[in-house]
């Protein structure tokens, strides 16, 4: 799988956009580019996948440049709740549910 | 509708035991994987299971085992017991063929083992 870059740790305000970008500069042409988060103590939750257009849901969305290489997630209005680890992960169609998760970024969001 | 349920959700056992570790997914999901976590080696793959056969295996040794029944339901063992051995164990569902969807899955809460 192709391998992602995350920064480590991140502070938002509440009530601002929370932008996290992930580099998959690898990534090929039919990985899929997904979001989960892990609030502690927590299973990981889905937020957001998508191939090579942008993607919005109730949750987030996700941006991804037209080279693929990048992307971001963007939580509109950040809440305290919302603070978690946050990975991005790019996986093949066809291959099952075998994610790489990574290290992830730690978003802190402060009141 | 329910979520994925895992059972116990604590877990203190002493090296040499085994263990077995059960999982729920929603109903009507037949696809169920598994995944270690550690401070060290953060969020890593066991297994995937589709319709009571093991699809996809991770790096972990043979200690490491599980199943799935009929009713989806699958269960993970841990034999032998070694102090590494404690993490946080996900099981994660999802509805389809994992080979055919692109969809993301469900996450228990996990099992919390502790070995002393």
């Known amino acids: 799988d192709a391998k992602t870059t995350q920064p480590p740790s991140m502070d938002c305000a509440e009530g601002r956009a929370a932008n996290l970008p992930c580099n998959h500069s690898?990534?090929?042409?039919?990985?899929?580019v997904y979001w989960y988060r892990q609030i502690h103590s927590q299973g990981p939750q889905y937020i957001i996948h998508g191939l090579k257009n942008n993607e919005t849901n109730e949750m987030a969305s996700l941006i991804i440049t037209e080279d693929r290489k990048s992307s971001t997630l963007i939580l509109p209005h950040a809440t305290l709740r919302d603070t978690a680890v946050y990975y991005c992960i790019v996986r093949p169609r066809g291959t099952g549910n075998q994610f790489y998760f990574g290290t992830g970024t730690s978003l802190t969001v402060i009141p | 509708k329910a979520g994925v349920t895992q059972t116990p959700r604590y877990l203190i056992k002493t090296r040499g035991q085994q263990v077995t570790l059960s999982c729920s997914p929603i109903?009507?999901?037949?696809?169920v994987s598994w995944y270690q976590q550690t401070p060290g080696q953060g969020l890593q793959f066991l297994f995937e299971y589709f319709s009571e056969t093991q699809r996809n295996k991770g790096n972990f040794p043979g200690r490491f085992s599980g199943r799935q029944f009929s009713n989806s339901r699958s269960e993970m063992n841990v034999s032998t017991l070694e102090l590494g051995d404690s993490a946080l164990y996900l099981c994660a569902s999802s509805l389809t063929n994992p080979g055919l969807t692109n969809y993301g899955y469900t996450f228990g809460s996990g099992t919390r083992l502790t070995v002393v």
């Open positions: 109903s009507g999901h037949r696809s």
């Open positions: 690898t990534i090929s042409g039919n990985e899929y």
